[in-house]
């Protein structure tokens, strides 16, 4: 049987982030690292199909992991990609109100933000607002400059060139399938009949995670949560955006809302809607709801063309909370926890999973005491 110190279970931007983390905790070669991909690529799942965002951390319950990774990881975030010359934009966002009903919900924001770390937000009336943005519909809005956007894939890139040049090693088409947690080791078995022991093991599996640790023999079953899985649609723009900043409607029951992003060449995307689903691979977006985009999007921007919305992309949220509970927090799963000797499970690493990659590594790697 092969050994080796450490494996990393997905190749995603946080599995590839807590693998960067762990490598540069050891003088180089001291400890053999591994991150095992079941596909043939890095950040294939949900990573390919997030909306690249930089979050500023404003949503967030106050103390949970959210709230906390995200500001420390936005500001870690922005540091690593002006280092490192990876392509991103701080062009900021507008949070806007379109009902005098929730103005209100705005001054909450506001507070609920500051408590979090986010100072920066700027409350803006309505002309103010229109001066930032002229094709806005709005009765109030909030300025957040910290927002951004990102060359995920660019990033994910040079994590992966980070782990690799500290000794790490990725293995693609390594498809984990159970696990049994001995006194000895955490033994590996994967689906092409070989077994792997390793010493640490992070499940960073995404919207496979809970599946794959209730496969993990010595794990206690009440440590694995219940996964459910929340689709979000993309329509993409047809022509030139009018906006040069993301927009942001009040939030919704488990998300944002329809709202306006940016890519960095300035092309325009609406979405992710909200879409309780049953299967993690249910990613062709639903045209039933194209008419519900341009009603909602024709609230902020009442000029949205006919027949300008085209079918873009649809991600999938891997939630640990179902449709009518409270949202739950980041789960960073780790021996202080289950009892499971060098073992961290992450569950729920939906968004802002991006924004907090670096700040999630180093909470493993203390998790983890490496």
Known sequence: MDR???????????????????????????????????????GTGTSSRNSEVIHAGIYYPQGSLKAKLCVQGRQQLYAYLQANGIAHKRCGKLIVATQESQVATLQSIKTKALANGVDDLVFLDAAQAQNFEPALSCVAALHSPSTGIIDSHAYMLSLQGDFENAGGLVAFHANVESAECTPE???????????????????????????????????????????????????TLSGKSPFSRLIYPVPEAAGLGVHLTLDLG????????????????????????EEAFYQEVRKYWPALPDNSL????????????????????FCIQGPAHHGVKGLVNLFGIESPGLTSSLAIGDEVRKALQV
């Open 266 to 289: 300035g092309q325009a995307k609406f979405g992710p809607d909200v879409q309780w689903v049953d299967r993690p691979d249910d990613l062709v977006v639903s045209m039933e709801h």
């Open 185 to 235: 080791g955490i033994v590996l078995q994967m689906a092409d009949g070989t077994d792997l022991m390793t010493q640490t093991l992070v499940n960073a599996a995404g919207l496979t995670a809970p599946w794959l640790a209730s496969k993990f023999k010595g794990l206690a079953k009440q440590h694995v949560p219940t996964a459910y899985f929340a689709k979000g649609n993309y329509f």
């Open 4 to 42: 080796v110190d450490g494996v990393v279970i997905g190749a995603g931007v946080v599995g590839l982030a807590v693998a960067r983390a762990l490598a540069a905790a050891s003088p180089f070669g001291a400890r053999e690292w591994m991150v095992l991909e079941a596909a043939d690529a890095i």
């Open 310 to 329: 085209q079918p873009g992309y649809a991600g999938m949220r891997p939630k640990i909370s179902a449709p009518h509970e409270v949202a739950a927090d």
